[in-house]
Each structure stands twice: as C-alpha cells, then as structure tokens.
C-alpha cells in the first residue's frame, strides 16, 4: 500500500495496539482492507488522516450483548456515508457509490465482517457524510483473561 500512501500524501496516526489472538494472514487482511478503503473514499478537500486507537478495557457491546476485551478503532477524514447504510456496507457486493466514480468490487468489507466473525468478533462502523468513517472491530477475551 506504500505507493497509494505515498501518492494520496496520507497521514497516519497510530498508538500501540493491544495482542489478540487471531490467524496473523487474516489480521493483515482485515487491517489492508479498512485502510484501503480509508484511502479509496478520501476527500478530494483535504489531505487523508487515518488515526488508529485502541482499548484492552473490557466493554461490552450494546449492539450483540457480548464481552470484547479489545478494540480498535480506524477513524478517518474522508467522504463518510449516511449513517443508515452502516450494516449494509457489509453485505458481499453492496456499493454506495457507482464504479464510474469510485473502483472496487463491493467484497472488502464483507471480507472484514467474515474475519471479524472467524475470530468470534464484531465490526461495525459509523459514517458522517462530508465528515469521515470509524470502523471499529472488537475482539474477543482470552479464556485465561479475566474480567474483573
């Protein structure tokens, strides 16, 4: 991706992320995807920022009830989307915008959703229009993790 970076003059702020268990193959995957789409949906009005955080602070999510020990957090500056098309992004094909204006397949966040759930995760994602994108993935506890 070091040439689309380079190209897009693309800044990326990151802390240190927390250690998860998962298929590293996968993990390269699912983070080349959301970063490709940060990238491919930039702002033609300013330069793309991409900042990546983390938490290994137990939570659990209000949107399946379950106990995630870890997330991370892809937030960037680009085109966003409207808010009411946050799950359908991750449906096989599914595409917002036509492939005159913007390439692709509709299959990378699909993908990221199908790895989210081999790892027993969860995506989800939260867009403002002319604003940016939050994709953040949550990850499972560890079995000799406990939640205190």
């Known amino acids: 991706m070091k040439e689309i970076i380079i190209e897009n003059k693309a800044v990326f702020e990151c802390e240190s992320l927390p250690e998860v268990h998962a298929i590293p193959f996968l993990m390269k995957q699912l983070f080349s995807n959301i970063l490709h789409n940060s990238l491919k949906y930039a702002s033609l009005d300013r330069l793309p920022?991409?900042?990546?955080?983390?938490s290994k602070e137990a939570e659990i999510n209000e949107y399946s009830n379950k106990v995630y020990c870890h997330w991370v957090k892809f937030s960037d500056n680009g085109i966003g989307f409207e808010q009411e098309y946050a799950e359908s992004i991750f449906k096989i094909f599914t595409r917002l915008h036509t492939l005159e204006k913007y390439d692709g397949s509709g299959v990378g966040l699909a993908l990221c959703k199908k790895i989210m759930q081999t790892?027993?995760?969860n995506i989800r994602a939260e867009g403002k229009l002319n604003k940016g994108t939050e994709i953040t993935i949550y990850f499972p506890c560890d079995p000799s993790d406990s939640l205190s």
């Open 119 to 121: 790892c027993n995760g």
């Open 49 to 54: 920022v991409i900042t990546i955080t983390s």
